[in-house]
């Protein structure tokens, strides 16, 4: 008996090994990328337990994050808010090896569940040292041009994936109504036509969605990141254009002008939505079940995920933060998927836990949330591909894309005068000249030309926030060798009458800004830009550009003026604009929003029954090039 025992416990030990490797088959039947996307969201979800599935739902700021945390708690996303780096002006391995670091925790928990890293790239990845900033969105609106957007979009996603990251918080599909609004620039218009046009950028994002995929979560390899459209919806509409305010539309108007590009993304596979801080009639977007499930998730199919905005969930009381358990149990059962969180993450996973024990917010409803989050993931091939290498290093800032973006200035300015009555136009400026001024607190400023959500959340003014070319510099590299180019910041008429100059280039406008310190009810130009305009341009023939996010009030000092056009927040290749000044290319953008006259006249839009404009939508002044 003793030796017939031991042929019988071998079997039975084989058996077991052998029912082990079946089963251990099954298990890792979601890591099988030969298996259709639901087939994977399923089987995963099948065996996850409540704490992995909250994890998952729970994005967390990259500053104060430990491995230890993400492993603990499952944490399903990470991201760098604006300024927010592993080291100042970092280098691309630095942001992979971070990025990698959080990636490894993440993995090496019970189910391996790659995190999602996410970061603001809303014109190039601004965020990061050294990399291409294109013009800011209002600037781009103007170019009309779907292609154009498209390849900023598939440049943008290649400098993020230098970094390591696969995930963009844009674009933002804003329709601005109303340019106090803070976040205007970060508009394309305020014509829905034109930001639903603007829409290809996701495809440069993304990659092209193919035809039995539209309308599903879509990144094409890893060369693409996937993008988020924002901020769900009508965050363009508030009331004296505020940030975070109360949008009053009528259902006619909020389908008409702040909902069409929503369709646009949503059938170019866009992966995620953020929801808006802003509220639609008194509603906030970030609790509105109606918008978020009912229509965006229901009626238009979106199968991505929604994500709140940072701290979007905290602002649905008032004060913010001040009943979080509420703000909890009203974001989720309305539809967000993934909370921002961005720090306290304790609160938000024992809340969250808490309120599915009592039953105030049903499994159900928790389920749809992770299904939806592991389809973006599945759809980005993270789990075939988690971990980041610096085979895109060298995309960061390279040469084609600063020609890009340079091609994307040139397209964005607007010619809005060009002489004086009477006389001849004054553009294109000659090259060959004795002697020229060129003033303005914009002219020489690497960060104002940039503008907010560059480097840091704010922005920065000066030279010395990341790498590019001023209009100065710009300006200097264009005109003849003989041309003798004088920069002073503010002069004074006397400076101006005594030096003899040909013509003088002045170039004023906003400081950078982002959000609600962006907000402004005056929307006066900025001293010293009058003082600088009033000495200059009255005593030699000038040539005004306006570095701003939006139409600001000039109207007072136009007629001083020769020339007057406005260059947007350009980005970092300046040169763009010292190439349509001289003529090496013409003019050729049209207003994508209305200039008005006075803020007393705000909301002034396009269409409006009370119309008029110092220039209206669609206005712009055009030139040949010229062979000088």
């Not at 001024?437 to 010395?464: E, F, K």
């Not at 023939?541 to 136009?558: H, N, T």
Request: glycine share 10%.
């Amino acid at each position: 008996m003793t030796r017939s025992l031991f042929p019988v416990v071998g079997i039975v030990m084989l058996l077991g090994f052998l029912t082990c490797l079946v089963e251990s088959g099954e298990h890792v039947k979601y890591k099988d990328p030969k298996q259709n996307i639901g087939v994977r969201v399923r089987d995963l979800l099948k065996r996850m337990t409540l704490e992995e599935k909250i994890g998952q739902m729970v994005q967390l700021e990259r500053v104060n994050l430990t491995t230890d945390i993400m492993k603990k708690y499952h944490i399903g996303s990470v991201l760098s808010g604006g300024g927010s780096v592993p080291a100042p002006m970092a280098s691309p391995q630095q942001w992979v090896h971070m990025v990698n670091k959080f990636q490894k925790a993440a993995l090496s928990t019970r189910l391996g569940i790659p995190m999602i890293y996410g970061i603001d790239a809303v014109h190039g990845h601004n965020n990061v040292y050294n990399a291409t900033i294109f013009p800011h969105n209002i600037g781009l609106g103007v170019t009309r041009d779907p292609d154009l957007l498209k390849k900023i979009g598939a440049a943008t996603a290649l400098e993020v994936r230098a970094t390591g990251i696969p995930y963009a918080f844009a674009p933002c599909i804003a329709v601005c109504r109303d340019p106090r609004w803070g976040r205007c620039y970060e508009s394309y218009s305020e014509d829905q036509r034109i930001v639903r046009m603007m829409t290809s950028i996701i495809s440069g994002l993304q990659g092209d969605v193919p035809t039995k995929l539209k309308g599903k979560p879509y990144v094409a390899n890893t060369s693409k990141v996937a993008g988020c459209a924002k901020h769900y919806v009508g965050d363009g509409g508030t009331i004296k254009g505020i940030n975070e305010n109360n949008t009053i539309v009528t259902k006619k108007e909020l389908y008409r002008i702040h909902m069409p590009a929503y369709y646009d993304s949503i059938a170019k596979g866009v992966s995620t939505i953020m929801a808006s801080y802003s509220s639609i009639n008194g509603v906030k977007m970030h609790a509105n079940h109606h918008l978020l499930t009912r229509i965006l998730k229901n009626k238009l199919k979106f199968k991505g995920f929604i994500i709140s905005d940072w701290e979007g969930i905290d602002r649905i009381t008032s004060p913010p933060h001040s009943n979080y358990t509420y703000s909890i149990e009203a974001s989720i059962n309305a539809g967000v998927d993934m909370v921002m969180v961005p720090y306290n993450y304790t609160e938000i996973i024992n809340g969250l836990t808490h309120l599915v024990h009592e039953k105030a917010i049903p499994m159900k409803r928790i389920n749809d949330a992770v299904k939806r989050i592991l389809r973006v993931k599945f759809a980005m091939g993270l789990f075939e591909n988690p971990l980041a290498d610096n085979s895109f290093a060298h995309k960061l800032g390279c040469k084609e894309h600063r020609e890009l973006a340079r091609k994307a200035v040139r397209k964005s300015l607007v010619l809005l005068k060009n002489g004086k009555p009477g006389s001849n136009p004054l553009m294109p400026l000659p090259k060959r000249a004795k002697k020229i001024l060129v003033a303005g607190s914009h002219a020489d400023n690497l960060g104002n030309q940039c503008g907010g959500w560059t480097i840091q959340w704010q922005g920065q003014s000066g030279n010395n926030i990341t790498s590019g070319t001023t209009i100065l510099k710009g300006i200097k590299a264009t005109v003849h060798p003989t041309t003798q180019v004088i920069f002073e910041e503010n002069p004074d008429s006397e400076f101006v009458k005594s030096n003899d100059f040909d013509y003088a280039i002045v170039v004023v406008g906003e400081q950078p800004y982002a959000e609600t310190a962006g907000d402004n009810l005056n929307l006066t130009l900025p001293a010293p830009g009058p003082e600088t305009i009033k000495h200059v341009c009255g005593s030699v023939k000038c040539v005004v550009v306006i570095v701003s996010g939006r139409p600001l009030v000039i109207e007072p000092y136009v007629e001083s003026m020769d020339a007057l056009m406005a260059a947007w927040l350009p980005g970092s290749e300046g040169q763009g604009v010292a190439d349509v000044l001289f003529g090496d290319y013409g003019f050729t953008g049209k207003l994508a929003r209305t200039w008005f006259k006075r803020v007393d006249q705000l909301p002034m839009n396009v269409g409006d029954k009370v119309y008029d404009p110092l220039f209206p939508f669609g206005f712009g002044l055009h030139t040949i090039p010229v062979n000088q």
